[in-house]
């Protein structure tokens, strides 16, 4: 895969030739193909969906629902009726947290893990506090595997949900998904499995029918698609048991004041109008990958990592590089921390160079916590990435380095002399 010739299909590089994006986790750039359909919607029939009986609304309605089918074909639902469109996965994983509040009890237990992103973190922790259930975190290693002894361990007959992330947004450890699956199912058969393939979408190839989980979250801007896009799946006997989320228009059968029926699933959970030219536009985004393939895009973003993590581990001193070190465990990312450079001053020194990176906790408090760092340099590859963009990333890292290193021994000699 030739990263030059891709960066052709993203405008973004025309406008900015000398951009070095490394932050792909956080959202993805968008293609030219991405683009264009969602401005030929907004252009050619910009109506809203099922409603309108003339020809611009029905077109809407049918290219909103083709995107449906391509969701449903591209991670294996037995139908599209099992696609909800969400604004994100943190709307996806917040609509199963409030429309499993009814069957939560005092006697229930919901469990997550310490590196889970407080996407899926939090919904549950207030679930627990509105239902008075039992809300618990499963620590997990350094490099953010999940220990699978530990979890048999965790999992009781009273664990009514677990939620986890298939690819953590810090370490970038690839969880090995049915095998956890099968030992929560072990422990607690009736579980309620919820999957975060919030970082796994756009690199891992996804089939929910062996999965083995019982809901899917993800969004489409880390899939280069428009942001305000999410997808949730689930399994269709457990959509049709589940109460709406939000109320309002095209999600009710009938309503009067005695008494109001609610649409069966997807539409239940789809009140008001929702982010079309985005749904639209996210069909492209699928295409778009399926074009150059996962398995090409993987292999890519991969060799990335190995350079990345080889040329830190040998060029900066006392990095410490986070996840796992084999290749088939990471995903498109690396995070790591440098002695005495802040990861915030190593992000805004990067900034001035053009070079875009993600620092912080990446809203993953519980596992900087259990790490006992505060902040990390994450830097995440897509296909627009080449190796001189590393090289270049490692050269500005070394600059602010001892840039610091001379600001923080100034400030020492200033002290001594006072």
Known sequence: MKSETIKKDFPVFAHHPDLVYLDSAATALKPRTVIEQEREYLEEYPANISRGLYTLSERATFEYERSREAVALWIGALKKEEIIFTKGTTESLNLLAYSLERSTTKDDEILVTTMDHHANFLPWQALAERAGATFRALPVSRSGEIDLETLETSVSARTKIFAFPWISNVSGTIAPVQDIVSVVRKRSPEAIIILDAAQAAAHLPIDVSTLGVDF?????????????????????????????????GDMVESASVEKSFFKRPPQRFEAGTPNISGVIAFRAAIEYIEHLGKESIRAHESHLVEVAREKLRTEIEGVELLGSSHPTKHSNLVSFTIPGLHAHDAAEWLANKNICVRAGAHCTHPFHTSLGIPATIRFSFSIYNYESDINRALVSLKEAIEYYRLAKKGEKEKQRDL
């Not at 698609?225 to 399994?235: A, F, H, S, Y």
């Not at 006997?237 to 939000?246: D, K, N, T």
């Open 216 to 248: 899917l979250a993800f969004s489409a801007h880390k899939c280069f698609g428009p942001t305000g896009v999410g997808v949730l799946w689930g399994r269709s006997a457990l959509l049709e048991a589940l109460p709406p989320f939000l109320y309002g």
